[in-house]
């Protein structure tokens, strides 16, 4: 069943017809072709398909599009500013190496900037708790944990 | 790719008569955690999903009420929840990632009724009551009366899972539920145990003991000496049957005694006998026994804790 859906994507009003079997994370991808957001296991067990729905971290890959519709959906590439500056997320993520191979990094950072839109000086066990969503086979998330820490301007 | 339709209908009303126009041959999806993986797994293939995110009679939080539609994270940010309902409250800490209890729903935990269901033991030593609505009338089952097996329940087909109704305890109650796993995160329990119980008062001389690293007998000591009587109690266990169940022995073997170390080593081998784990990969069923008699022991002295130190969290690195 094709269907027209509006909703608002990194701050743009976006008019698309989706099928109503799709999830968020395939118009992402497939569709938009916001390929920033990543597609690891698609159970809603590893966070890579972070996006922000509304103010709240959710798995792209279990939302089923139709549920993003009127909603307002911020993905990784919403986070540079129009003049190609980093969010400081981004900017601490880089200068303290909390980036390896790079596949969580977009979800990573979609969860830290859920926990500091709404907390801005998050204990550790707060940032640990809101990444535990996100797996990551490369840093062993102590660089992770340091960036949204120096994020936090703690 | 699978194809079907997708409905949001915002009323109760209006879901149940979807579903009827479907022949109920669709299926209700709430926070989708469950249900979108089953699809992507392909093992459910449905004509239609009809999604009960926007129904506003299943959103009500208040109180003695727990409307279906809550979400975990929702249970977790409630202070109520976490002064009168603790066990529900650890549960809903304690599920899944921020990402899954951002939108799973304590409703959708109850119904899909996986033998590991984080909610289903609290609701359980909480004597929580659902309501469940249908085009033709409404019911309420006892929660204990609504688990049938694994993934199995006495839901019908057109029938929706409103609410829960738990009561409110006096201020001698402290309830707490353990979740025994691997990983910190994103694990299922190999076995979950909760505790509810009543105390006959709550002045406990010895309440500085609980906060103390002293020896589990001598506080044992301290409530023999105090006649510190259990009054009431809950015990449920997780992963340990094919469905959530009730040590009932157990809670009997606890009711109107005075506390103390024999009588809790007792109920808590009571209760290992009231469980029939099986064989699975995230454990052995001689080690789920095991654990079962642990955590009861543990549970009951964390609930106890609860009473005599309302307001404080229970200290995870004060194993008992």
Known sequence: ?154 | MLHYDYHKPDSLKEALGLMAQYKDEAVFIAGGTDVMVQIEQRKLKPRALISLRNVVDLKRNEDTTIGAGVTLRELQKNPMIQEHFSALHDAACNLGSIQIRNVATIGGNICTAAPSADTACPLLVLDAKALLVSATGEREVDIDEFFVGPGKTVLRKGEILKEFKIRRFTENTGSVYIKHTRRAAMDLPIVGIAVRITLNRNDVKCRDALCALEPISKIMGYFEDEELKCEDARIAMGVVAPRPIRARHAEAALKGKVLSEKLIAEVSEIAVSEASPRDSVRGEAWYRSEMVKVLVKRGIMKAIERIVRPGEVVYPERLW
């Open chain 1, 1 to 154: 069943m094709k269907r027209e859906m509006m909703f608002k994507l990194n701050g743009e009003a976006v008019n698309v017809e989706v099928e109503s079997a799709w999830t968020l994370l395939y118009l992402l991808r497939e569709i938009l072709e916001l390929t920033g957001t990543k597609l690891g296991c698609g159970y809603g067990e590893c966070g890579a398909c972070t996006v922000i729905m509304d103010g709240q971290a959710v798995n792209a890959c279990l939302v089923p599009v139709l549920e993003a519709e009127g909603k307002n959906v911020t993905t990784i590439e919403g986070l540079v500013q129009p003049d190609g500056q980093l969010h400081p997320l981004q900017r601490t993520f880089i200068d303290h190496g909390a980036v390896q191979c790079g596949f969580c990094t977009p979800g990573m950072i979609m969860s830290a900037k859920a926990l500091l839109d709404e907390n801005q000086s998050p204990t550790d066990e707060e940032i640990k708790e809101s990444i535990a969503g996100n797996l990551c086979r490369c840093t062993g998330y102590v660089k992770i944990i340091e960036a949204v820490k120096a994020a936090s301007g703690r």
